[in-house]
């Protein structure tokens, strides 16, 4: 069965600096990979994903992700962030039909 | 933009009493999904759809919990009876098929059981 990890409950960053949130997976197949955000009482919001082709996929509001087929990762990324980018990240893969979602990391961008 | 509707948002009910949930997919997707949310992890699937057909059920706790989507367009979710450890967050998603195909959320239903 496939399983996601996010290693890392919290990650605190300047606003301005890189930032970085961490996924890890575990899969049969070819994954499809994918990030989502949550605002505070909203729901879910679709970031980006990995299906085939180029490593280096970008997203929504600046951010990318990249896929490593060896190290089994899928890191979200972003050059300088926001502290409205604060909020709670999720990880998730798809492996035929069966989709699992990561625990989650929050962001938490000071200013 | 067409958005994913859920009602009610916000639900308190007491102990071994029934509740359900509606929600109405983007227009046009054939897949849809319940999630439940507990406060502080990921979205755990409890089924899948793909039109009116249910395609993963595995996580439904299926002695207490139903759902359904008999015309293949909207849904609803089940609880009868409802357990204190049912409350969560209620979550529904849809996608133009299941695959590679991002999901698209609905604002979630808040169930307190008291």
């Known amino acids: 069965a496939q399983s996601v990890a996010q290693p890392e409950d919290q990650v605190n960053v300047a606003e301005g600096n890189p930032l970085t949130v961490k996924c890890t997976y575990s899969v049969s197949g070819n994954p499809y990979l994918f990030w989502y955000v949550q605002y505070p009482n909203r729901g879910l919001q679709f970031l980006l994903k990995y299906i085939t082709g180029d490593n280096l996929v970008k997203g929504s509001y600046g951010f990318e992700a990249e896929f490593n087929k060896s190290q089994t990762s899928f890191h979200l990324k972003k050059p300088s962030a926001l502290v409205s980018d604060s909020a709670l990240y999720f990880c998730a893969v798809q492996d035929g039909q069966n989709f699992v979602f990561g625990p989650g990391t929050r962001l938490s961008v000071l200013p | 933009e067409a958005e994913v509707a859920q009602s009610p948002r916000y639900k308190i009910t007491e102990k071994s009493q029934a509740v359900a949930f509606w929600c109405d997919p983007i227009?046009?997707?054939?897949?849809l999904y319940w999630y439940r949310q507990i406060l502080g992890q990921g979205p755990e699937l409890l089924v899948q759809?793909?039109?009116?057909?249910?395609?993963?059920d595995s996580q439904l706790p299926k002695d207490r919990f139903s759902a359904e989507r008999l015309k293949g367009v909207d849904s609803t979710l089940k609880i009868q009876p409802a357990e204190l450890g049912d409350s969560a967050m209620y979550l529904c998603?849809?996608?133009?098929?299941?695959?590679?195909?991002?999901?698209?959320f609905g604002p979630g239903t808040r169930l307190t059981v008291t």
């Open positions: 227009s046009g997707h054939a897949t």
């Open positions: 998603a849809s996608s133009l098929y299941v695959g590679s195909y991002e999901q698209y």
């Open positions: 759809f793909q039109d009116e057909s249910v395609v993963d």
